[in-house]
């Protein structure tokens, strides 16, 4: 009844909104969550400028077309967690209080990662490793603070960010060095301690690597084994135009299912830019040298290049949309085009146009394309 409700509405307002008329949509009767409804929630990273309140065309889209949102920044632990005795709930308040006042729902990124790092987390004040005890120590004292403090106002944990290398084996983070595999399930069990009822993820990127996936899987099946709490596996999903494959992008997605978990698209964008390597990961680490012939586009897009990245935008939709029994969410890295990493990473200081919204604050076609895609996808069922 609901879905046929909305079908008839979704007609009233369909042709004003493919020609691109702005006013049906301001009013909100059509949006991205609204029409994804039932599906998965749709979410956004959300910098400071916006739980703040500065970015008001950036909030005017948040509030439209999203009902879920993520920290970019400001829950890693060289934010929160600074110095050992010292924690920085600042922005993160805001950001949950931000997400509340707008009736969305808010996760935590993330709690264990070898990046974005406070210095001091696995050195003692010589710069030396500290022993295997003060770290399980460290670790303990800091996912129960964090998620400790918004028990209950938090659906879910990134509990460990970007642990498996593409090959499957286990990266050589400083974790990983003091206390070896045991990091992972012991993030897990300090995370569920802390809140029972909040669900907890595994998050990485370059997901379609056969290794990885295979890497990812022995992982969900070890926890579970040990009686952990995994409720998903986030696949990052920082797109290229020429990588991955839909297909083995969906490969992965079918084998975290298969593994008893919930799949969620994490941090969906997509550089268009010309990549200094095929796949280029998301390792925050890396840095190239700016090329000017790497930053083809610095003022406005050919219309075939923009054709191409809106088509490959809906075909990622459209698989999502496919396997929606297996997602719980797919959240967008960032709101509009300028806001994006991609201008400085994986180089800095280039033009890149890799959101939904573009630097005016306007939707891209593929707005509407998914808006028409999951509406004809609820006529069809
Ligand atoms: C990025 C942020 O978007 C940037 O603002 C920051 O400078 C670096 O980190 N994988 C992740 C995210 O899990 O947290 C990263 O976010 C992108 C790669």
Not at 49 to 63: H, L, M, N, V
Not at 319 to 340: C, E, M, N, P, Q
Not at 349 to 356: E, F, K, Q
């Amino acid at each position: 009844m609901k879905i046929y409700h909305w079908a008839i509405c979704a007609g009233i307002f369909w042709i004003p909104i493919l020609s691109g008329c702005k006013t049906s949509e301001s009013k909100g009767e059509i949006s991205l969550k609204k029409s994804l409804e039932g599906k998965f929630l749709i979410g956004v990273a959300v910098n400071d400028a916006q739980a703040s309140g500065q970015d008001t065309a950036g909030i005017r889209i948040i509030k439209q077309h999203f009902n879920a949102l993520v920290a970019e920044n400001c829950m890693k632990s060289e934010v929160i967690h600074p110095e050992e005795d010292k924690f920085d709930f600042t922005q993160a308040d805001r950001l949950v209080d931000f997400g509340e006042r707008n009736k969305m729902v808010v996760t935590g990124h993330n709690l264990i990662w070898h990046s974005q790092l406070s210095p001091w987390f696995c050195v003692d004040k010589d710069g030396k490793n500290v022993s295997r005890e003060v770290l399980i120590e460290r670790m303990k004292k800091h996912i129960h603070a964090i998620v400790g403090r918004y028990k209950g106002r938090i659906l879910g944990w990134d509990v460990v960010n970007e642990a498996i290398e593409d090959d499957g084996s286990y990266r050589k983070s400083k974790f990983y060095e003091i206390l070896g595999e045991d990091y992972i399930p012991l993030a897990f069990q300090f995370a569920h301690e802390a809140d029972p009822n909040a669900e907890l993820y595994y998050n990485d990127y370059s997901m379609s690597h056969e290794g990885k996936r295979e890497g990812v899987v022995k992982l969900v099946h070890k926890l579970k084994s040990m009686g952990l709490r995994i409720d998903a596996v986030g696949m990052q999903g920082h797109m290229q135009m020429d990588f991955p494959k839909i297909e083995e992008f969906e490969k992965s997605m079918l084998a975290f299912a298969n593994a008893g978990v919930k799949v969620m698209i994490t941090e969906m964008d997509m550089t268009l830019l010309p990549s200094p390597k095929r796949n280029m990961g998301a390792d925050v680490a890396t840095d190239f040298t700016y090329k000017k012939e790497l930053d083809p586009y610095p003022d406005a897009l050919p219309d075939s290049v923009s054709l191409a990245w809106n088509r490959r935008m809906e075909d990622f939709f459209k698989l999502f949309l496919k396997h929606s029994d297996k997602i719980s969410r797919v959240t967008i890295w960032g709101v509009a085009d300028s806001d994006s990493w991609r201008n400085f990473w994986p180089i800095k200081g280039r033009t890149d146009y890799p959101l939904l919204f573009d630097r005016n604050h306007h939707p891209k076609p593929v707005v509407s394309a998914i808006i028409k895609d999951a509406v004809d996808e609820n006529r069809s069922n």
